[in-house]
C-alpha cells in the first residue's frame, strides 16, 4: 500500500494549487482522506478531511473558505484545491487513509503518504 501527495511548488501570495493524493494497493473511496501540513518548528496540522463515500467533509478554522477536498473516484484520487494562498501557507502536506470515517485523532490514520513542499512567497 502507498499513498502519494504530489502537486507542491512555490507559488506567489493570493495564488493557487492543487494537491494529489493517489494510491496504489488501496481503493481510496473506501476510506476517509485527511491533508495533514507541517512547517518548519510546528507541529504537524491535520486541517481537513473528506469520508468515505459519500464523504462528508470538514475543515480547520484556518483554511476554512479557501481549500477545498474533493474526490475523483475513477482516478482513485483525492484532490486539496489551496486557493488565497499566504505565507502562512507554507509547509510540508501530507495526505493519510483511514476505514470509513474521518478520526478525531491523527494516529487513527492507517496510511501515511510522502509529504509534498508547498512554499507561498514572492
Known amino acids: 500500500v502507498q499513498l502519494q501527495a504530489s502537486g507542491g511548488g512555490l507559488v506567489q501570495p493570493g495564488g493557487s494549487l492543487r494537491l494529489s493524493c493517489s494510491a496504489f494497493?488501496?481503493?481510496?473511496?473506501?476510506?476517509?482522506i485527511g491533508w495533514f501540513r507541517q512547517a518548519p518548528g510546528k507541529e504537524r496540522e491535520g486541517f481537513t478531511c473528506i469520508g468515505s463515500n459519500p464523504g462528508r467533509t470538514f475543515y480547520g478554522d484556518s483554511v476554512k473558505g479557501r481549500f477545498t477536498i474533493s474526490r475523483d473516484n475513477p482516478k482513485n484520487t483525492v484532490y486539496l484545491q489551496m486557493n488565497s494562498l499566504n505565507p502562512e501557507d507554507t509547509a510540508v502536506y501530507y495526505c493519510?487513509?483511514?476505514?470509513?470515517?474521518?478520526?478525531?485523532?491523527?494516529?487513527?490514520?492507517?496510511?501515511w503518504g510522502q509529504g509534498t513542499q508547498v512554499t507561498v512567497s514572492s
Open positions: 493519510a487513509a483511514a476505514p470509513n470515517a474521518c478520526p478525531r485523532r491523527s494516529s487513527e490514520y492507517a496510511y
Open positions: 494497493g488501496l481503493t481510496l473511496d473506501r476510506y476517509a
